[in-house]
């Protein structure tokens, strides 16, 4: 490899590669396993590709990472990376894996401030969809928008999740809640991608998030499983369906039938589940092999006990859980009963208007009782491995992605020990 397609990153003040997190699946992390490097250094690999300026939008080529090719201590960098562009941080950064926000409704348009008044007023997240407001005030704005709209909001804030340390991020669909608006939601995540070669953006399909009020609930069931997911599936637009599986939304039977349609048509899964209520929708996570269930406040010590005998990772989303005013989830029984657990945003303009992920982990590590170790691997790779992507990202080893963050900070634990920075 010629030695300017390599890059090295010298004199982190600690390089935490998450080897040991990888090696354990991410279950029960340990301070051992954060695999921490003093002097740590990195050489990777880079490559040119086509982008689109966040600023100004114009579009070039652009070097970026590509693979890990080594980590180590600084004076132990291997002679054959030593003229390659170095990148000196002079002890002041710790790197870390690039963060990953596995659960994400990146694309809608409008915004619900009118509502959180109301909550703030005493009104319930209930009340507000009940009278046809929360998902179905959402769902208008997005069908009016335009793609060029929806492009737009999506870069602006895929360009504030980077900022954030994030280099992989979740994009569902869902506020279309028709064939039309779902493909086009899914269509513009593609472009987003394109366009945003410094990110990972993974498309999930959730045409099951809520029902439309335009056609009875019998008519879009059939839609999602006889149109959306072929059309969707015909045009690789996901690598995952999702539903919301809930009281007063999706029950747990026609979940199923969703998910049950959308494996055979080779898409994994993913479950919003026992967020509102307790529906034993964890447990059809794990027994459908879904890659997530998610939310779980409500989750049975039944589920606990499923999902950590499962492959499936729970992902708890305590920033909602904080909006909502609700209690946050079981994360110690999940933990403890040997679940792997991983931490998102659930961004959203309803439940969790936030792209912070290191202030929710400040939440987690607060409310949810988590470890600096637990706290780690929720945000690296666990939450790649409720993508399915662990093969590729949340560790920086050699051959994974080098998709990593240079902290503003000296120390890893400053990502959520300063509050919202
Ligand atoms: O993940 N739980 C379902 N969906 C979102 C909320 C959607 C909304 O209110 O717009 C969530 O919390
Ligand atoms: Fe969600």
């Known amino acids: ?13 600690e390089l935490l590669t998450g080897e040991g997190v990888r090696r354990k699946d991410g279950r029960r992390p340990e301070e051992a396993d954060l695999g921490r490097i003093e002097d740590g250094a990195m050489a990777y690999s880079v490559k040119t590709v086509p982008y689109e300026d966040f600023t100004t939008g114009k579009k070039g080529m652009k070097v970026v990472a590509d693979k890990v090719l080594w980590t180590g201590k600084s004076d132990a960098l291997p002679s ?10 002079d002890g002041k950064n710790a790197v870390v894996p690039g963060l990953v926000d596995c659960h994400n409704h990146l694309v809608f348009a409008g915004d619900r401030a009118g509502e959180f008044a ?44 980077h900022r954030f340390g994030i280099r992989t991020i979740e994009a569902k669909s869902g506020y279309g809640l028709n064939e039309k608006t779902e493909l086009k939601l899914l269509r513009v995540v593609k472009r987003l991608q394109e366009a945003t070669p410094e990110m990972t953006i993974v498309p999930t399909f959730l045409g099951a998030h809520d029902f439309p009020k335009e056609i009875s609930r019998e008519a879009y069931l059939a839609e999602v499983i006889e149109k959306q997911l072929p059309a969707v599936a015909k045009e690789k637009l996901a690598e995952a369906c999702d539903v919301f599986i809930d009281e007063g939304f999706y029950t747990l039977a026609e979940g199923r039938k969703i998910l049950e349609a ?25 027994e459908l092999g879904a890659l997530s269930a998610d939310h779980l406040l409500k989750i049975s010590d ?24 609700a209690p946050h989830a079981p994360a110690r029984k999940l933990l403890d009963a040997g679940a792997r657990v991983a931490i998102s945003t659930d961004f959203n303009p309803g439940t969790s208007t936030t792209l912070n992920l290191p202030a929710v982990l400040t939440i987690a ?33 050699v051959g994974k992605d080098a998709d990593f963050f240079v902290a503003p900070f000296r120390k890893f634990e400053e990502l959520y020990y300063r509050f919202a920075w």
């Open 1 to 13: 490899m010629s030695e300017d397609r390599v890059h090295v990153l010298l004199h982190a003040s």
């Open 80 to 89: 054959e990376y030593a003229n390659s562009p170095i990148f000196d941080l």
């Open 118 to 161: 109301a909550r703030c007023g005493g009104a319930t997240y209930a009340e507000i969809a009940a009278a046809g407001g929360g998902i179905q005030t959402t769902v208008r704005a997005t069908r009016e928008a335009s793609d060029e709209e929806l492009f737009k909001l999506g870069r602006a804030r895929l360009e504030e999740a």
């Open 262 to 286: 959308a494996k055979a048509l080779g898409l994994r899964t993913k479950v919003h589940a026992d967020e509102l209520a307790n529906t034993e929708s964890a447990a059809l996570a794990a």
């Open 302 to 325: 039944a589920g606990i006990r499923a999902l950590a005998a499962s492959e499936t990772t729970a992902v708890l989303l305590p920033g909602t859980a904080f909006y909502l005013k």
């Open 365 to 397: 590590a607060l409310y949810l009782g988590l470890s600096r170790a637990e706290i780690f691997a929720s945000a690296t790779y666990n939450a790649a491995r409720a993508l399915g992507l662990h093969d590729r990202k949340g560790s920086l080893e």
